[in-house]
């Protein structure tokens, strides 16, 4: 037996695999030349049909492709809708309820087989109003029509119709009317002043009959829109290449925007044409350190900081000197969300012992919670209403939202169970991530220190959703993140009317809370709104139906080669607005 | 041996349902409503039946299960229900890429594992076979994560031997994607089969037929390779062939790592959203492979080892 040819083929294996590496990592593409923008997304992409953008993910492809009437100006805050494809902002009737919306001339769908000779077609109001019976049509359950869910005359009937086959799309909708190409009427069943908001979504953006008809249900892999860019390629799993559509109608880079923006460059290419670059690349990781180190060697142009590499990359909101070095920059955006720990108010305990509520609140550490699984990127949480939102005040006081284990045991005592004598052990459902059982378990310690004792019941988000609408868990950790910048928004998650198995999961009924959150519908952002909205924060924290936990903050870094970048926390189509700057990428590049 | 052959194929009808039956029951009991997760945030009770009746879920459980023998039968499970893709599409979009890393990983590790393990188990107790012991004991020791972690930090990133991840979907191109992951798969299973291999081999140089072929004056070479690496391959077909299946289904944290869009990650995506239609496709595909790769493995036994008779 010859040892030494065994191990030395073992040895050849290793070194042909080794020397096949070098060679093919040498061989990759510079990159530095091509006028694109290299993005990730952190999960992988579903499809791109309008009606199924219900992730953040899909929303951020789609938005480059589809257009819905309005956009939120890119550079002004507090959120500033404008027309996108609409001429001008729409009129409303005196009463609230008929709203006309006049659309651009011009507005072409891109390029595609599925219109004579390929040549895409003019944009007209009738393709909206087929695209939205699209989107209330059940046989395609789209999650979508809560935008238009009862709001909208007629469509609701014809929906229930459609759903018998006792309706068609040629049926005329009394509210959904189309008076010439350039026109679009809506009528309202009530007043809807979150209306233009909705208009904003991509699920409320124009699909052409033809292409819906020619790919049937693989619409969804062949996006047909009237924006910037077009689909070129899609890896199922691994990334999405998007190119420039020569028929766009056009749009310019805003003149104006926040204080400071003009200081931080963000005015230089003020009523230049758009887009800048000609290919925008998506790649699909799911993994923090892979995007980490992708966007580390240049990959990459702006990256969301993974919470692994936070400590090394930022201290007290600036960047280290390492990374300053490269050339990166960085952008803290305060998004509108909140985290939060609820209640079931018809839980026999939970939901009617206040004073229970209150200790509880009292007894969680939130900035131990926020730096221990945030790396501090956030804020503490008094209301459901976070920051950049009307009805958001910094200055909001919430006694219950202070660390305060005395003052929790006297009001546990209060409560009727001093030391957490007497309490049954309480069921905190929570979902199956790693995270989220290590939170639950922060918060099992944070009571303990009471004397409350909870197991955790973690399972996945299916059965976890499950048991919110079925009324069935005691408490919980969620979160909600804005789907457009209005408090309704998360006020309605606590509106008597939304409870189990609508959005309200916590079962919270208070009739003044109601009767103010009714009133606000019926008002347009106002300072008179803004109190209503000031009553109900204040009602809210009286009964505590939840513990609000943390606003999370956005830590983003990009190269110093991209330029006009501003982290927007709800539209998803900045693409068009960023230029990549290939001499100084040429310079940079070397750095890394 | 076509009898046998015949029958075990009948036999994977009733395991192919049996499993089939309790993936439905459990998905049924435990797997969250499918119509609510469908309907969105927003839903309605209203809206979330709808979705139901379209799905086909108010329908009574037994006529469910028809339902689903009938794909299974045709082999068309539909769409996804939360992708709203082809499943078809997406199983078939994800086996190469899945397999361009677990093939070569697979047969690289054989290539490997065999000859060093039959040289391990012939210099039982040797300073290299002790040696040997202890390097494998700590390379399954370690965490998997750890050696995508390291191996994506310092192979790709720092030394950039490799690309960091990625994918190309041409047969050329793929490679330089897929070095990295392999090597990491040779390295995740070499200690692991290693022992195993080790350990068959050991037992079977204590065997009377090894001391009868070395007393016929047969060369330490012959008895190895003739004798011994016949004798010990049932126990290694067996682990060969029943690991097959799983190569279809990829390594969840490779792919997920380095952006290899295989299958990896779609029976557990598909488990997070209550999505039964690829859960169903997945159980029964992997049903299929596994069973028809253990009829193929007692098979092999009777060519590799005339002792064993099929009764």
Same mark, same amino acid.
């Given at each position: 037996m010859n040892l030494n040819r065994t191990f030395s083929r073992l040895a050849i294996v290793f070194v042909a695999l080794s020397f096949l590496g070098i060679t093919l990592g040498c061989t990759k593409k510079n990159s530095a030349k091509e006028n694109v923008l290299n993005n990730a997304i952190t999960a992988n992409l579903k499809g791109m049909d309008p009606i199924y953008a219900n992730d953040a993910y899909s929303n951020q492809v789609i938005s480059n492709i589809y257009e819905p009437l309005f956009e939120y100006h890119y550079l002004k805050r507090p959120l500033e809708l404008q027309p996108l494809v609409a001429s001008a902002m729409p009129t409303a009737s005196k009463d609230g309820l008929t709203h006309t919306i006049k659309i651009k001339k011009g507005i072409k769908f891109q390029d595609d087989e599925a219109f004579p000779e390929g040549k895409g077609r003019d944009l007209t109001a009738k393709d909206f109003i087929y695209s939205w019976k699209r989107l209330a049509d059940p046989a395609n359950q789209s999650d979508g029509f809560w935008i238009f869910d009862g709001k909208i005359k007629g469509l609701n009937e014809w929906r229930e119709k459609m759903g018998k086959g006792e309706a068609s799309y040629e049926d005329e909708i009394e509210g959904l009317q189309a008076p010439d190409d350039e026109t679009l009427v809506i009528k309202l069943t009530k007043p809807y002043f979150q209306l233009y908001y909705v208009l904003a979504m991509n699920y409320s953006a124009p699909v052409p009959k033809e292409a819906v008809d020619k790919y049937g249900k693989e619409f969804i892999n062949h996006p047909v829109g009237t924006g910037p860019f077009k689909l070129d390629s899609w890896t199922r799993n691994s990334k999405v290449v998007l190119v420039k559509n020569p028929t766009w109608h056009g749009g310019k880079y805003p003149s104006e925007g926040e204080e400071g923006d003009d200081a931080r460059g963000l005015l230089k290419d003020a009523g230049k044409d758009l887009p800048f670059v000609d290919k925008v690349v998506y790649s699909e990781i799911i993994e923090d350190q892979p995007r980490w180190l992708n966007f580390m060697k240049g990959k990459l142009d702006i990256v969301i900081i993974p919470k692994d590499n936070f400590d090394t990359s930022v201290s007290g909101d600036k960047l280290s000197k390492d990374l300053t070095d490269k050339g990166l920059k960085l952008e803290i955006n305060e998004e509108p969300d909140v985290t939060y720990m609820a209640f079931n108010m018809l839980d026999p305990i939970l939901g009617k012992n206040l004073e229970l509520r209150r200790a509880i609140s009292l007894a969680t550490d939130t900035n131990t919670l926020l730096e221990r699984f945030y790396n501090g990127r956030g804020v503490n949480a008094l209301s459901p209403i976070p920051p950049g939102i009307d009805g958001y005040d910094k200055d909001f006081k919430n006694p219950y939202k202070e660390f305060n284990i005395e003052k929790a045991k006297e009001h546990l005592k209060k409560a009727g169970y001093p030391d957490g004598k007497g309490l049954p052990e309480f069921e905190y459902s929570t979902t199956n991530s790693t995270t989220a059982r290590q939170m639950a378990e922060y918060t099992q310690q944070n009571l303990a220190a009471l004397g409350i004792k909870i197991r955790i019941a973690a399972t996945s988000w299916p059965q976890f959703t499950d048991k919110l609408r079925e009324k069935k868990a005691q408490m919980w950790g969620i979160a909600w993140s804005a789907d457009y910048p209005d408090a309704e928004n998360f006020l309605q998650l606590l509106y008597g009317k939304n409870v189990s198995p609508g959005p309200n999961s916590a079962n919270y009924v208070n009739k003044k809370f109601d009767e103010l959150y009714e009133k606000a519908l019926k008002l347009p952002p106002s300072p008179e709104r803004t109190v209503i909205y000031k009553q109900m924060k204040e009602i809210f924290v009286q009964d505590l139906p939840w513990i609000p936990n943390i606003h999370r903050k956005a830590y983003v870094l990009y190269h110093g080669w991209i330029e006009n970048y501003k982290r927007h926390a709800i539209i998803n189509g900045e693409a068009k607005y960023i230029r990549v700057n290939l001499n100084q990428k040429a310079k940079l590049a070397e750095k890394l | 041996m076509l009898k046998y052959t015949i029958r075990r194929i009948l036999y994977v009808i009733p395991i192919l349902f049996g499993v089939t039956l309790v993936c439905f029951l459990l998905f049924n009991v435990a797997g969250g409503d499918p119509a609510a997760q469908a309907a969105g945030k927003y839903a309605t009770v209203e809206q979330i039946e709808s979705i139901r009746a379209e799905l086909g879920l108010n329908q009574p459980i037994y006529l469910q299960y028809l339902d689903y023998l009938k794909q299974i039968l045709t082999f068309d499970f539909g769409r996804s229900w939360s992708t709203k893709q082809k499943i078809s599409e997406m199983f078939w979009s994800g086996v190469g890429p899945s397999l361009s890393v677990t093939v070569p990983g697979f047969l690289i590790t054989l290539m490997i594992t065999i000859p060093l393990s039959l040289v391990l188990g012939y210099l039982r107790d040797s300073f290299i076979d002790r040696t040997a012991m202890v390097v494998c004991l700590a390379l399954i020791s370690i965490s998997s994560l750890v050696y995508i972690l390291a191996g994506q930090y $310092? +192979?790709?990133? +720092?030394?950039?031997? $490799?690309?960091i991840s990625g994918w190309d979907s041409s047969w050329t191109g793929r490679w330089e994607y897929t070095t990295l992951p392999i090597l990491i798969m040779v390295v995740l299973s070499l200690g692991g089969q290693i022992l195993f291999f080790r350990t068959i081999f050991i037992e079977e140089l204590s065997k009377d037929y090894v001391r009868t072929a070395r007393a016929k004056g047969l060369s330490n070479k012959k008895v190895l390779t003739k004798h011994i690496l016949r004798n010990a391959l049932i126990p290694i077909i067996t682990l060969v062939v029943l690991q097959v299946p799983f190569l279809i289904l990829g390594s969840l944290l490779l792919e997920s790592f380095f952006g290899i869009p295989g299958l990896g990650g779609l029976l557990v995506t598909a488990i997070n959203n209550a999505d039964f239609p690829v859960i169903k496709a997945m159980i029964v595909i992997l049903t299929i492979l596994y069973t028809t790769f253990n009829l193929i493995s007692d098979l092999l036994y009777a060519v590799v080892d005339p002792k064993v008779r099929l009764q």
């Amino acid at each position: 037996m010859n040892l030494n040819r065994t191990f030395s083929r073992l040895a050849i294996v290793f070194v042909a695999l080794s020397f096949l590496g070098i060679t093919l990592g040498c061989t990759k593409k510079n990159s530095a030349k091509e006028n694109v923008l290299n993005n990730a997304i952190t999960a992988n992409l579903k499809g791109m049909d309008p009606i199924y953008a219900n992730d953040a993910y899909s929303n951020q492809v789609i938005s480059n492709i589809y257009e819905p009437l309005f956009e939120y100006h890119y550079l002004k805050r507090p959120l500033e809708l404008q027309p996108l494809v609409a001429s001008a902002m729409p009129t409303a009737s005196k009463d609230g309820l008929t709203h006309t919306i006049k659309i651009k001339k011009g507005i072409k769908f891109q390029d595609d087989e599925a219109f004579p000779e390929g040549k895409g077609r003019d944009l007209t109001a009738k393709d909206f109003i087929y695209s939205w019976k699209r989107l209330a049509d059940p046989a395609n359950q789209s999650d979508g029509f809560w935008i238009f869910d009862g709001k909208i005359k007629g469509l609701n009937e014809w929906r229930e119709k459609m759903g018998k086959g006792e309706a068609s799309y040629e049926d005329e909708i009394e509210g959904l009317q189309a008076p010439d190409d350039e026109t679009l009427v809506i009528k309202l069943t009530k007043p809807y002043f979150q209306l233009y908001y909705v208009l904003a979504m991509n699920y409320s953006a124009p699909v052409p009959k033809e292409a819906v008809d020619k790919y049937g249900k693989e619409f969804i892999n062949h996006p047909v829109g009237t924006g910037p860019f077009k689909l070129d390629s899609w890896t199922r799993n691994s990334k999405v290449v998007l190119v420039k559509n020569p028929t766009w109608h056009g749009g310019k880079y805003p003149s104006e925007g926040e204080e400071g923006d003009d200081a931080r460059g963000l005015l230089k290419d003020a009523g230049k044409d758009l887009p800048f670059v000609d290919k925008v690349v998506y790649s699909e990781i799911i993994e923090d350190q892979p995007r980490w180190l992708n966007f580390m060697k240049g990959k990459l142009d702006i990256v969301i900081i993974p919470k692994d590499n936070f400590d090394t990359s930022v201290s007290g909101d600036k960047l280290s000197k390492d990374l300053t070095d490269k050339g990166l920059k960085l952008e803290i955006n305060e998004e509108p969300d909140v985290t939060y720990m609820a209640f079931n108010m018809l839980d026999p305990i939970l939901g009617k012992n206040l004073e229970l509520r209150r200790a509880i609140s009292l007894a969680t550490d939130t900035n131990t919670l926020l730096e221990r699984f945030y790396n501090g990127r956030g804020v503490n949480a008094l209301s459901p209403i976070p920051p950049g939102i009307d009805g958001y005040d910094k200055d909001f006081k919430n006694p219950y939202k202070e660390f305060n284990i005395e003052k929790a045991k006297e009001h546990l005592k209060k409560a009727g169970y001093p030391d957490g004598k007497g309490l049954p052990e309480f069921e905190y459902s929570t979902t199956n991530s790693t995270t989220a059982r290590q939170m639950a378990e922060y918060t099992q310690q944070n009571l303990a220190a009471l004397g409350i004792k909870i197991r955790i019941a973690a399972t996945s988000w299916p059965q976890f959703t499950d048991k919110l609408r079925e009324k069935k868990a005691q408490m919980w950790g969620i979160a909600w993140s804005a789907d457009y910048p209005d408090a309704e928004n998360f006020l309605q998650l606590l509106y008597g009317k939304n409870v189990s198995p609508g959005p309200n999961s916590a079962n919270y009924v208070n009739k003044k809370f109601d009767e103010l959150y009714e009133k606000a519908l019926k008002l347009p952002p106002s300072p008179e709104r803004t109190v209503i909205y000031k009553q109900m924060k204040e009602i809210f924290v009286q009964d505590l139906p939840w513990i609000p936990n943390i606003h999370r903050k956005a830590y983003v870094l990009y190269h110093g080669w991209i330029e006009n970048y501003k982290r927007h926390a709800i539209i998803n189509g900045e693409a068009k607005y960023i230029r990549v700057n290939l001499n100084q990428k040429a310079k940079l590049a070397e750095k890394l | 041996m076509l009898k046998y052959t015949i029958r075990r194929i009948l036999y994977v009808i009733p395991i192919l349902f049996g499993v089939t039956l309790v993936c439905f029951l459990l998905f049924n009991v435990a797997g969250g409503d499918p119509a609510a997760q469908a309907a969105g945030k927003y839903a309605t009770v209203e809206q979330i039946e709808s979705i139901r009746a379209e799905l086909g879920l108010n329908q009574p459980i037994y006529l469910q299960y028809l339902d689903y023998l009938k794909q299974i039968l045709t082999f068309d499970f539909g769409r996804s229900w939360s992708t709203k893709q082809k499943i078809s599409e997406m199983f078939w979009s994800g086996v190469g890429p899945s397999l361009s890393v677990t093939v070569p990983g697979f047969l690289i590790t054989l290539m490997i594992t065999i000859p060093l393990s039959l040289v391990l188990g012939y210099l039982r107790d040797s300073f290299i076979d002790r040696t040997a012991m202890v390097v494998c004991l700590a390379l399954i020791s370690i965490s998997s994560l750890v050696y995508i972690l390291a191996g994506q930090y $310092f +192979l790709a990133y +720092l030394w950039g031997m $490799f690309p960091i991840s990625g994918w190309d979907s041409s047969w050329t191109g793929r490679w330089e994607y897929t070095t990295l992951p392999i090597l990491i798969m040779v390295v995740l299973s070499l200690g692991g089969q290693i022992l195993f291999f080790r350990t068959i081999f050991i037992e079977e140089l204590s065997k009377d037929y090894v001391r009868t072929a070395r007393a016929k004056g047969l060369s330490n070479k012959k008895v190895l390779t003739k004798h011994i690496l016949r004798n010990a391959l049932i126990p290694i077909i067996t682990l060969v062939v029943l690991q097959v299946p799983f190569l279809i289904l990829g390594s969840l944290l490779l792919e997920s790592f380095f952006g290899i869009p295989g299958l990896g990650g779609l029976l557990v995506t598909a488990i997070n959203n209550a999505d039964f239609p690829v859960i169903k496709a997945m159980i029964v595909i992997l049903t299929i492979l596994y069973t028809t790769f253990n009829l193929i493995s007692d098979l092999l036994y009777a060519v590799v080892d005339p002792k064993v008779r099929l009764q």
